[in-house]
């Protein structure tokens, strides 16, 4: 796989840089690969490949955009191995958790998306009118580099299925991944134009994209402050927006007999991806009657999370993914000894010699007020907060900016009334599975719009009602 060049208008062709991004990978500290640096030349090139195409692929049937991402799925899922590799080599994700949550999980959304989009009311009739969903023109995709295939999926998939055509730049810290599936839209046979892979920094293709004429809507995935100013920058011209944003999600286990499903629960969302996870539930509230026996548990429980090489069956956390990774989780908790909570596993790290590992840290005897329990760490620390009723739990896990997931365990009559009363996007209530169907997305400084299930592929449409008598 050449990484060297982006793919635009239905070829892969030199960027108009000339210059060139390393990859390193984060278990070994190499750099392994390289990408361009591409620039608003590209970007130029990109959105005009991207408009010239969109009136014809806005004019093909959904059946026949459904069959053109079937084939490219057909193909991508055959180039499997390729794809998780790159995932462990560019992130440092365990090579379990990176087949079946990174890759194989993927497949499942794109599957959804397919069959959403053949039951999506881009046409509907209402007594007195008729309202067609159109499809919004070009969008500018930006990912981030935590889930390097699925925030891709989440945006590009629905996107070209609603009948837009897409600018798609992925993270320079994990853009090999993206490589691939740009690989697998080309051998689908896509009409030239309709998907684009410009890859380069952050600030100068994301300012591109937000300032070209031609893009009519910026799907942003990335922290609340980066988000902020793309969105001020998009909206300069008056584009849509949609921003998926930061989060400090709580998992309340409420008073019951036995914590341990719940503490399970926790720790496979905070540490599996070494806590570089949007919905992490990094605040878990406890009932303080119980304190001491749920930290028991804890500690009981914490080494069945094995620390280590990425590519070892056996790990469970891999190295966090850059050295600015690892010096702002290494700051938090520091910021945490600081702030006088208590150290119950793990604490300061290592000189990241051999590369950048954190053991999984949990401090207890947390409060609220603490920026260790306010502010997203993205990384494998766990704030444990003690309350004394349900309305304070619910009053913690309520008071932060974010409102993106949450999860509750208890008997479950109370905890989907404790769910109904968080505000967040997304709760999961005691084993509840995540739907793929379902809306994902956050209130307050979790985003503005929603990806996921039916409403992520909306998510790019623009209603169009015409007064017609209806039917």
């Not at 299930?453 to 039917?471: C, M, S, V, Y």
């Given at each position: 796989?050449?990484?060297?060049?982006?793919?635009?208008?239905?070829?892969?062709?030199?960027?108009?840089?000339?210059?060139?991004?390393?990859?390193?990978?984060?278990?070994?500290?190499?750099?392994?690969?390289?990408?361009?640096?591409?620039n608003a030349a590209d970007v130029d090139?990109?959105?005009?490949?991207?408009?010239?195409?969109?009136?014809?692929?806005?004019?093909?049937?959904?059946?026949?955009?459904?069959?053109?991402?079937?084939?490219?799925?057909?193909?991508?899922?055959?180039?499997?191995?390729?794809?998780?590799?790159?995932?462990?080599?560019?992130?440092?994700?365990?090579?379990?958790?990176?087949?079946?949550?990174?890759?194989?999980?993927?497949?499942?959304?794109?599957?959804?998306?397919?069959?959403?989009?053949?039951?999506?009311?881009?046409?509907?009739?209402?007594?007195?009118?008729?309202?067609?969903?159109?499809?919004?023109?070009?969008?500018?995709?930006?990912?981030?580099?935590?889930?390097?295939?699925?925030?891709?999926?989440?945006?590009?998939?629905?996107?070209?299925?609603?009948?837009?055509?897409?600018?798609?730049?992925?993270?320079?810290?994990?853009?090999?991944?993206?490589?691939?599936?740009?690989?697998?839209?080309?051998?689908?046979?896509?009409?030239?134009?309709?998907?684009?892979?410009?890859?380069?920094?952050?600030?100068?293709?994301?300012?591109?994209?937000?300032?070209?004429?031609?893009?009519?809507?910026?799907?942003?995935?990335?922290?609340?402050?980066?988000?902020?100013?793309?969105?001020?920058?998009?909206?300069?011209?008056?584009?849509?927006?949609?921003?998926?944003?930061?989060?400090?999600?709580?998992?309340?286990?409420?008073?019951?007999?036995?914590?341990?499903?719940?503490?399970?629960?926790?720790?496979?969302?905070?540490?599996?991806?070494?806590?570089?996870?949007?919905?992490?539930?990094?605040?878990?509230?406890?009932?303080?009657?119980?304190?001491?026996?749920?930290?028991?548990?804890?500690?009981?429980?914490?080494?069945?999370?094995?620390?280590?090489?990425?590519?070892?069956?056996?790990?469970?956390?891999?190295?966090?993914?850059?050295?600015?990774?690892?010096?702002?989780?290494?700051?938090?908790?520091?910021?945490?000894?600081?702030?006088?909570?208590?150290?119950?596993?793990?604490?300061?790290?290592?000189?990241?010699?051999?590369?950048?590992?954190?053991?999984?840290?949990?401090?207890?005897?947390?409060?609220?007020?603490?920026?260790?329990?306010?502010?997203?760490?993205?990384?494998?620390?766990?704030?444990?907060?003690?309350?004394?009723?349900?309305?304070?739990?619910?009053?913690?896990?309520?008071?932060?900016?974010?409102?993106?997931?949450?999860?509750?365990?208890?008997?479950?009559?109370?905890?989907?009334?404790?769910?109904?009363?968080?505000?967040?996007?997304?709760?999961?209530?005691?084993?509840?599975?995540?739907?793929?169907?379902?809306?994902?997305?956050?209130?307050?400084?979790?985003?503005?719009?929603?990806?996921?299930?039916?409403?992520?592929?909306?998510?790019?449409?623009?209603p169009q009602a015409l007064f017609d008598?209806?039917?």
């Amino acid at each position: 796989m050449d990484f060297t060049k982006q793919y635009i208008d239905g070829a892969w062709v030199p960027s108009a840089s000339q210059t060139y991004i390393d990859v390193e990978n984060p278990a070994t500290k190499t750099v392994f690969a390289k990408v361009p640096a591409g620039n608003a030349a590209d970007v130029d090139a990109a959105a005009k490949a991207a408009a010239k195409a969109f009136p014809a692929w806005e004019a093909t049937p959904p059946k026949t955009r459904v069959e053109l991402m079937q084939k490219m799925l057909s193909y991508f899922q055959s180039i499997e191995d390729d794809v998780v590799q790159a995932v462990v080599s560019e992130l440092g994700a365990p090579v379990t958790f990176a087949r079946a949550n990174h890759v194989r999980y993927q497949y499942e959304r794109i599957e959804s998306y397919m069959d959403l989009t053949l039951r999506a009311p881009f046409v509907e009739y209402l007594p007195k009118s008729t309202v067609y969903r159109r499809p919004l023109g070009v969008i500018g995709c930006i990912t981030p580099w935590n889930y390097p295939l699925g925030q891709i999926v989440q945006k590009v998939i629905p996107a070209i299925l609603a009948g837009c055509t897409v600018v798609f730049k992925p993270s320079q810290h994990t853009p090999l991944t993206a490589y691939y599936l740009a690989d697998a839209f080309d051998h689908a046979g896509f009409p030239k134009g309709v998907f684009n892979l410009v890859a380069g920094r952050g600030s100068e293709i994301g300012n591109a994209l937000c300032d070209h004429p031609l893009i009519n809507m910026i799907s942003f995935t990335g922290s609340t402050e980066a988000g902020s100013g793309v969105a001020q920058r998009a909206l300069a011209g008056l584009k849509r927006i949609s921003m998926e944003l930061g989060g400090k999600s709580p998992c309340v286990l409420l008073k019951q007999d036995n914590y341990e499903s719940g503490i399970r629960s926790c720790f496979n969302s905070l540490f599996l991806n070494a806590g570089q996870t949007c919905t992490a539930l990094s605040r878990l509230l406890i009932p303080r009657s119980d304190k001491g026996k749920i930290e028991t548990l804890i500690k009981q429980i914490l080494p069945e999370y094995i620390v280590g090489d990425p590519t070892k069956a056996e790990t469970k956390i891999g190295p966090l993914s850059s050295q600015h990774q690892y010096d702002t989780v290494k700051g938090y908790i520091q910021k945490g000894i600081d702030g006088g909570a208590r150290i119950l596993a793990g604490g300061l790290p290592d000189a990241p010699d051999a590369g950048y590992y954190v053991r999984p840290t949990i401090f207890a005897d947390v409060t609220n007020d603490m920026a260790i329990a306010q502010e997203e760490i993205f990384g494998p620390v766990l704030c444990v907060i003690p309350y004394d009723t349900v309305e304070e739990a619910v009053k913690i896990a309520n008071d932060t900016p974010y409102g993106l997931n949450a999860a509750v365990w208890g008997p479950k009559t109370l905890a989907l009334d404790v769910g109904r009363r968080i505000l967040a996007g997304n709760v999961y209530i005691n084993d509840g599975p995540r739907d793929v169907e379902a809306p994902f997305g956050g209130f307050k400084e979790s985003g503005i719009g929603r990806e996921g299930g039916l409403d992520g592929i909306l998510e790019f449409t623009e209603p169009q009602a015409l007064f017609d008598h209806g039917n």
